[in-house]
Nanobody, 123 residues
Framework: QVQLVESGGGLVQAGGSLRLSCAASGGTFSRYVLGWFRQAPGKEREFVAVINWRGSSTDYADSVKGRFTISRDNAKNTVYLQMNSLKPEDTAVYYC????????????????WGQGTQVTVSS
């Protein structure tokens, strides 16, 4: 069983950048597919990005494609989300999730979640 802890959120002006990190412990990190999701108040959790076991395949939501980059360092048991050109509509709590099955955009496919980190983008 893997435990996930996100960090790196904060308040940033529109057009700025943030890098989120998600550190894992308690499992064999390289076996897990890692995904980033976000949830704004009153909305469902939505897919942002996902990366496969080796980091050789990624997928992004259309809303973040070209602005966000997901990466992983299996030696450090950490997955990252580099967020550039941030917009006010990116404001949400960002969660990382892990699963053993495969790259998926559905949060229902993820077995393990972190506690989330708040990202607020001011206009």
């Amino acid at each position: 069983q893997v435990q996930l802890v996100e960090s790196g959120g904060g308040l940033v002006q529109a057009g700025g950048s943030l890098r989120l990190s998600c550190a894992a412990s308690g499992g064999t990190f390289s076996r897990y597919v890692l995904g980033w999701f976000r949830q704004a108040p009153g909305k469902e959790r939505e897919f942002v990005a996902v990366i496969n076991w080796r980091g050789s395949s990624t997928d992004y939501a259309d809303s973040v494609k070209g602005r966000f980059t997901i990466s992983r360092d299996n030696a450090k048991n950490t997955v990252y989300l580099q967020m550039n050109s941030l917009k006010p509509e990116d404001t949400a709590v960002y969660y990382c999730g892990a699963n053993l099955y495969g790259t998926s955009r559905s949060p229902r496919q993820y077995d393990y979640w972190g506690q989330g980190t708040q990202v607020t983008v001011s206009s």
